[in-house]
């Protein structure tokens, strides 16, 4: 984990700053301390029922997998079918500080962590961000990091990225009204969120 990504993170209680110690972060304002498991921060409380019933979803079937033999090229050609990947990857400066919310198991974060951005990739599910942060470490990818955190109090510094992207979780909040505020707070003015939302029939 780089002093860049704990810049970028924040305790879920207070929104103080963090430090890193030994194997936890702890906040420099309330003292809270957080686990940091397998290179994973863990900054969240306890969820409601239905959000629950989401990661629980997850940890047992985590989306997308990860075939046997993968490797970086092999991710870069499978994102770059997607015509919206291809979009976001040019449009999006090299240096930017870029968050995926609801990143599952972290493909289009590896995807966008190129040149010298700096990518965080959040999700409730602890199964899925460490299929994420293996895939990281299998691919020598460095500058994104995986976060356990809940959109409803993100551990996440409010106004600290360039770009904000989040495809398929409002649907599985409680108060969708709510989570996109949330998820406003952590753009920088002047900064870009990309909202993918499903529809009756597709996404």
Request: proline share 6%.
């Given at each position: 984990?780089?002093?860049?990504?704990i810049q970028l993170l924040a305790c879920p209680s207070c929104?103080?700053?963090?430090?890193?110690?030994?194997?936890?972060?702890?906040?420099?304002?309330?003292?809270?301390?957080?686990?940091?498991?397998?290179?994973?921060?863990?900054?969240?409380?306890?969820?409601?029922?239905?959000?629950?019933?989401?990661?629980?979803?997850?940890?047992?079937?985590?989306?997308?997998?990860?075939?046997?033999?993968?490797?970086?090229?092999?991710?870069?050609?499978?994102?770059?079918?997607?015509?919206?990947?291809?979009?976001?990857?040019?449009?999006?400066?090299?240096?930017?500080?870029?968050?995926?919310?609801?990143?599952?198991?972290?493909?289009?974060?590896?995807?966008?962590?190129?040149?010298?951005?700096?990518?965080?990739?959040?999700?409730?599910?602890?199964?899925?961000?460490?299929?994420?942060?293996?895939?990281?470490?299998?691919?020598?990818?460095?500058?994104?990091?995986?976060?356990?955190?809940?959109?409803?109090?993100?551990g996440l510094r409010r106004g600290a990225f360039d770009v904000?992207?989040?495809?398929?979780?409002?649907?599985?909040?409680?108060?969708?009204?709510?989570?996109?505020?949330?998820?406003?707070?952590?753009?920088?003015?002047?900064?870009?969120?990309?909202?993918?939302?499903?529809?009756?029939?597709?996404?």
């Amino acid at each position: 984990m780089h002093d860049l990504h704990i810049q970028l993170l924040a305790c879920p209680s207070c929104l103080g700053p963090l430090r890193r110690d030994e194997l936890a972060l702890r906040c420099q304002a309330c003292g809270n301390r957080h686990a940091l498991i397998d290179g994973i921060p863990a900054l969240r409380g306890p969820i409601d029922a239905r959000s629950e019933a989401v990661r629980g979803f997850y940890t047992e079937t985590p989306f997308p997998g990860y075939p046997p033999r993968d490797s970086y090229s092999w991710l870069r050609a499978r994102a770059e079918r997607s015509e919206l990947a291809r979009l976001l990857d040019r449009a999006i400066p090299g240096d930017a500080k870029v968050l995926e919310l609801g990143c599952g198991t972290g493909q289009m974060s590896l995807f966008l962590a190129t040149a010298e951005r700096i990518v965080i990739g959040a999700d409730l599910t602890r199964a899925s961000l460490q299929l994420g942060a293996a895939a990281a470490r299998r691919f020598g990818i460095t500058r994104t990091l995986f976060l356990e955190t809940d959109l409803r109090a993100p551990g996440l510094r409010r106004g600290a990225f360039d770009v904000v992207y989040s495809s398929g979780v409002l649907h599985h909040t409680p108060n969708p009204r709510a989570a996109f505020a949330a998820m406003v707070k952590l753009v920088k003015p002047g900064g870009i969120l990309v909202l993918g939302l499903y529809n009756a029939y597709a996404r």
